[in-house]
């Protein structure tokens, strides 16, 4: 009897192939990108590099969410496999095998078909391993080396980890196999879904947690707040995606019966709507599943891509100069001392120096223009508000414009907030009069400004004499004045990054001639930049990988989707031929249904990012993502490709479900 089940075994995948075949595709690409991950992220030239240690980490990270999501593909696919094939199964079972000698074949079956999954997977990966990991060096922006990346460690990990998974789906078989007997295993197939109950309460239920969650991803106001309350509302979001899909679409189309207007009893309408009612609990999760995955794609491939075409814009902003140079107790006749000194004794050729002074406060509210700052005593806080202020004269300096203010005359540039009145301003005690309203941000590339980063909302401010106003204010409220110089070399960028050191031991030794509690700081902004391209390179490449996961999960779900459908709707649409439907009607009822079924949980993906979009772009102006227009641009430029690659799916899934309906 062993023998013959090892033979049904054999003779069953090469029967059932057409079952088979997406999940061997889905398997070997899972293995495949599974063994990528794993070895970039055990990967030992990846400590080498720039950003080494922030790529490791998220890395890491995604180790886990696409070992988490490759599993949860593997045993959806499984599922949908041993669902169609109940009905063979229970025929089994009349013939004279018992629930041991079927348990027996499937785990045969499984054996057979995760080995050569394996093989064809670990090959794949093997093969692209080393294309990807220099693929990461591009888009980190270092040198793309082929260097050879098999690691026995890797090949042992993934091997042992998809083991473990095809060992838990034998236990999830052979349960499905318990509980049922040959009578049901025959019916299973073909039998319609349980009517969920309760639907007006999950109806309720679902628009409750969907309207929390979209209010909760719409009223943070800070980048600290939005990553917190981040993976809540995503959390309030699924729930009621869920709920929507299980109980309100069903109420909707019920709605639509009784609606005289729809004319439901119309041969279309009504089958389109009678089907999907028929088995909408399974319609809903597939459909939920599909709309949660799309998003997850939008999300992941919008962030990634954001990060890394506003890394340019972050460097500019965070090392604005080649060389940069602050401190603490210094002025700056100081700063101006420690960057002539280091250009003569390093011999360098400056195109550009710059010292600046500027004032940092942070705002504590704003009720109309009145803005009131933290008291000096206030211990360390991030406001929603903070002003930067300069003199004209800086000003002048970085733009080489000139606003002839008076002593009591402000020009402003805004950001994140709008000042209800045009005119005045009063910071503290000190009211202002607002003569220019500056439409571009004069800071960006003169001046380092990483608050932009933690802080929603900004105001540049422009002053004749900064001391007259703030000095005053120095003693009572957090009112910080600061200096910060800057040059500019004309200097290629690999050599620029070789006076890391020097200048390190320049500041070193010139703060030993310093009192105590006084220092400088600064930087080659060439390392630092590429320590950034690193890490946003990283991130982005991640991303990527991410995005192709999820939208692995999501072809598969919509594939079998429709093959199941297509399959349970062949046998009903005979049925309705036969009692006079002709084929035109035919066809507009199965188009109208795929519409439905397809793009309902697009419009819902669309609908959860517009409602993300404002805590995502908080989230990513703590990662850099500082222009506001190019973010905007990116992220529909990603919805532009989704959607594009949704329909493609849509056209050859849609052409499988006719040719079965068709049969």
């Given at each position: 009897m062993i023998r013959l089940t090892?033979?049904?075994?054999?003779?069953?995948?090469?029967?059932?192939?057409?079952?088979?075949?997406?999940?061997?595709?889905?398997?070997?690409?899972a293995v495949a990108i599974s063994y990528i991950f794993f070895s970039l992220t055990f990967n030992p030239h990846l400590a080498e590099m720039?950003?080494?240690?922030?790529v490791s980490m998220v890395l890491a990270l995604g180790l886990i969410i696409v070992s988490i999501t490759t599993s949860i593909i593997v045993f959806y696919a499984n599922s949908?496999?041993?669902?169609?094939?109940?009905?063979?199964?229970?025929l089994y079972s009349m013939l004279g095998l018992n629930r041991f000698h079927l348990f027996i074949m499937m785990i045969i079956e499984l054996i057979v078909f995760g080995l050569v999954t394996l093989i064809i997977g670990l090959g794949l990966g093997l093969l692209f391993d080393q294309l990807i990991y220099a693929l990461l060096l591009k888009i980190m922006d270092l040198k793309v080396v082929l260097t050879s990346t098999f690691q026995p460690l890797v090949l042992f990990l993934v091997t042992f980890f998809y083991g473990f998974v095809f060992f838990f789906l034998m236990i999830k078989n052979g349960l499905y196999l318990r509980k049922l007997d040959a009578l049901q295993l025959v019916k299973e197939k073909n039998s319609g879904e349980k009517k969920s109950r309760f639907l007006g309460l999950q109806t309720i239920l679902g628009l409750a947690s969907l309207i929390y969650g979209y209010y909760?991803?719409?009223?943070?106001?800070?980048?600290?707040?939005?990553?917190?309350v981040f993976f809540v509302a995503v959390l309030f979001v699924i729930l009621g995606t869920y709920l929507l899909f299980n109980a309100g679409i069903t109420k909707f189309l019920h709605f639509l019966q009784k609606r005289k207007t729809y004319y439901y009893y119309q041969p279309n309408n009504m089958i389109s709507v009678s089907n999907l009612i028929f088995r909408m609990k399974k319609n809903a999760v597939g459909l939920a599943t599909i709309t949660i995955l799309s998003t997850m794609v939008l999300v992941t491939l919008?962030?990634?891509?954001?990060?890394?075409?506003?890394?340019?814009y972050m460097q500019n902003a965070m090392f604005p100069h080649d060389i940069s140079l602050q401190g603490k107790g210094v002025n700056g006749q100081q700063i101006d001392q420690v960057l002539t000194e280091f250009a003569q004794e390093q011999n360098l050729s400056v195109t550009k120096k710059a010292v600046y002074q500027y004032y940092t406060m942070g705002v504590k509210s704003l009720n109309d223009n009145q803005l009131d700052l933290y008291p000096s005593t206030q211990k360390a806080v991030a406001p929603n508000i903070y002003i930067l202020a300069v003199s004209e004269a800086v000003y002048q300096d970085m733009t080489g414009k000139s606003l002839n203010l008076e002593e009591n005359e402000v020009a402003i540039f805004q950001q994140g907030l709008k000042l209800k009145d045009q005119e005045t301003m009063t910071i503290a005690d000190q009211t202002l009069k607002i003569k220019k309203?500056?439409?571009?941000?004069?800071?960006?590339?003169?001046?380092?400004?990483?608050?932009?980063?933690?802080?929603?909302?900004?105001?540049?401010?422009?002053?004749?004499?900064?001391?007259?106003?703030?000095?005053?204010?120095?003693?009572?409220?957090?009112?910080?004045s600061n200096y910060y110089g800057g040059l500019n070399l004309d200097l290629p960028k690999d050599q620029q990054s070789k006076l890391r050191d020097a200048y390190q031991e320049k500041l070193s030794a010139y703060n030993t001639t310093l009192p105590e509690n006084h220092a400088v700081y600064g930087?080659?902004?060439?390392?630092?930049?590429?320590?950034?391209?690193?890490?946003?390179?990283?991130?982005?490449?991640?991303?990527?990988?991410?995005?192709?996961v999820f939208m692995l999960g999501t072809v598969l779900i919509i594939y079998y989707k429709q093959i199941s459908e297509g399959y349970e709707d062949r046998d009903r649409f005979v049925i309705l031929q036969k009692v006079g439907l002709d084929e035109k009607q035919i066809k507009q009822t199965i188009r109208r249904q795929i519409l439905i079924v397809f793009f309902l949980p697009l419009a819902f993906a669309f609908i959860h990012l517009a409602f993300a979009y404002h805590m995502l772009s908080l989230i990513l102006s703590a990662l850099g993502v500082l222009n506001a227009s190019l973010m905007l641009a990116v992220t529909l430029g990603v919805c532009a490709i989704f959607f594009i690659s949704y329909i493609i799916v849509f056209a050859i899934t849609s052409r499988s479900y006719r040719k079965i309906i068709s049969m």
């Open positions: 090892g033979k049904l075994a054999l003779s069953n995948l090469v029967k059932n192939r057409k079952l088979y075949y997406p999940f061997a595709l889905a398997t070997c690409l720039a950003g080494a240690s922030a949908f496999v041993i669902k169609n094939r109940s009905k063979e199964l229970g909760l991803a719409s009223g943070v106001t800070s980048p600290i707040a939005a990553i917190l919008s962030g990634g891509a954001n990060i890394y075409a506003g890394g340019e309203v500056l439409k571009e941000d004069f800071i960006y590339g003169h001046l380092p400004d990483q608050m932009n980063m933690i802080v929603p909302g900004k105001i540049y401010m422009v002053v004749k004499d900064p001391s007259k106003i703030f000095a005053g204010l120095m003693g009572k409220y957090a009112v910080n930087s080659v902004s060439t390392s630092d930049k590429q320590e950034i391209k690193g890490m946003l390179g990283g991130m982005f490449f991640i991303g990527i990988f991410l995005s192709v």
